[in-house]
């Protein structure tokens, strides 16, 4: 888990908020340029742009310039390392409540 700590950590840290959250679903249909996501939400152009820099900071956004338009495309895969470390814990606390049934129902486990 430790290889991956920073990697995730910043991915939740910019999944963490509402907009991001919002631009990364939208980005899941397809690249949009920034004006485009930019006008859905009730902010300036350059307080959004704090989001779409964070997102690219991390990871989970690419973007490219044509001339005077930017476009954000999700990247995937990097939606990977929270997928991993959500399996991680699956795994841990399905054992742990495996563990705990056996105690309760195996008589030779309660000696």
């Not at 920073?6 to 840290?13: I, K």
């Amino acid at each position: 888990m430790a290889q991956y700590s920073d990697e995730l950590d910043g991915v939740l840290v910019a999944l963490a908020d509402p907009t991001r959250r919002d631009v990364v679903r939208r980005l899941g249909r397809g690249p949009q340029s920034v004006g485009d996501l930019a006008r859905e939400f009730p902010m300036t152009l350059p307080s959004f742009m704090k989001h779409v820099r964070t997102l690219e900071a991390n990871g989970l956004i690419r973007t490219t310039k044509a001339g005077r338009v930017r476009t954000c495309e999700l990247r995937r895969e990097r939606l990977a390392v929270v997928d991993d470390w959500l399996a991680e814990q699956r795994r841990i606390w399905e054992e742990r409540t495996d563990r705990l049934e056996r105690l309760v129902t195996d008589p030779e486990e309660q000696q």
